[in-house]
């Protein structure tokens, strides 16, 4: 069989500014692509209607294109698509594997639910057995949960390394479709992912657990798994994580300070892949590149040096 054609993606939530983790992200997944001759795909992550615009859109589209990195196709909005979400719905429902969920935000996060170090919640399933007269009685629009099996993921990560999760044991039973409708991000970033052939997800480390949820579902919508790249965050000198809050750091601002060079060098440099902190094209970056060169610690990243 032909090699698949390596197939990478940007996938960026359009609620403002890309700050210096997504520029990060967005450099590697770029930069492992071309330097296979393999293809780049843009979506928009705006299943968030509340917090997304068109217009955030665009900024980032230019934002990219300043950093000196393109893509071949841009594939519809997340926001456009519940008609294909619909349809995947209806494969899980079909499979037996959906029920309605109509535990309240106080109920899933009361003192008594289970909770992980991490703050996050088991769902202990309370839902899953109702009858359908339990289920009337409530006279609401449900979420859907899709069960997970008890059984173990390894996610084999470019970056990161081996991990293991058993989905029963690390979230319960998830959630695929709110009760005002809207799909959730594992569903759609599974389906837009799967139909749009990508073969290498490439994002910030604080999705890394993402990865078994998609893998659950890949398998049950018949797509293949794709290879994973968490890649570390980058943190201020006293160990914060740089985020959106960090104003003076999204691109907003550095765009009117330094070259796309400048700032991808710098961030090279800091993350080890480069070993002099010199100035660097994304075109540059892509002929020295390879995942070997990226290590998956945590990246100190001083703005102020830029
Ligand atoms: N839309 C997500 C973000 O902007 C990325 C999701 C993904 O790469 O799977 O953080």
Redesign the pocket.
């Known amino acids: 069989m032909a090699e698949l054609k390596p197939t990478g993606r940007f996938?960026?939530?359009p609620s403002g500014r890309m700050h210096l983790g997504?520029v990060f992200s967005a450099l590697l997944a770029w930069a492992s692509v071309r330097s296979r001759d393999g293809e780049m795909v843009l979506r928009m992550?705006d299943l968030d209607t509340q917090r997304t615009s068109g217009e955030f859109a665009e900024i980032l589209r230019q934002d990219l294109r300043w950093l000196g990195l393109d893509w071949d196709r841009e594939t519809p909005a997340q926001s456009t698509r519940s008609d294909i979400y619909d349809t995947y719905f209806r494969i899980l429902y079909e499979k037996g594997l959906l029920y309605p969920c109509y535990c309240t935000r106080s109920q899933l996060h009361s003192a008594d639910a289970p909770h992980l170090s991490d703050g996050t919640y088991v769902y202990p399933g309370t839902c899953r057995n109702l009858t359908e007269a339990e289920r009337a009685a409530f006279r609401r629009d449900p979420a859907w949960r899709v069960m997970v099996p008890d059984r173990q993921w390894v996610v084999e990560d470019l970056v990161q390394g081996v991990s293991r999760w058993n989905l029963a044991r690390d979230c319960g039973d998830m959630v695929v479709r709110r009760a005002d409708g809207v799909y959730v991000?594992q569903l759609a970033?599974t389906v837009d992912d799967g139909l749009a052939g990508v073969t290498e997800?490439v994002?910030?480390m604080d999705?890394l657990s993402?990865a078994p949820r998609q893998m659950y579902l890949q398998e049950l919508f018949g797509f293949s798994h794709p290879s994973y790249a968490h890649v570390p965050m980058l943190l201020a000198s006293d160990g914060r994580r740089l985020s959106k809050r960090d104003r003076d750091l999204d691109l907003g601002v550095l765009r009117t300070r330094v070259t796309p060079q400048r700032l991808i060098g710098k961030l090279c440099y800091a993350a080890g892949i480069i070993d002099q902190d010199t100035d660097l094209s994304a075109r540059e970056l892509a002929g020295l590149f390879s995942w070997e060169k990226v290590a998956g610690e945590s990246i100190f990243f001083e703005g102020s040096t830029l």
């Open positions: 996938a960026p939530t997504n992550e991000y970033v997800v994002r910030g999705l993402s």
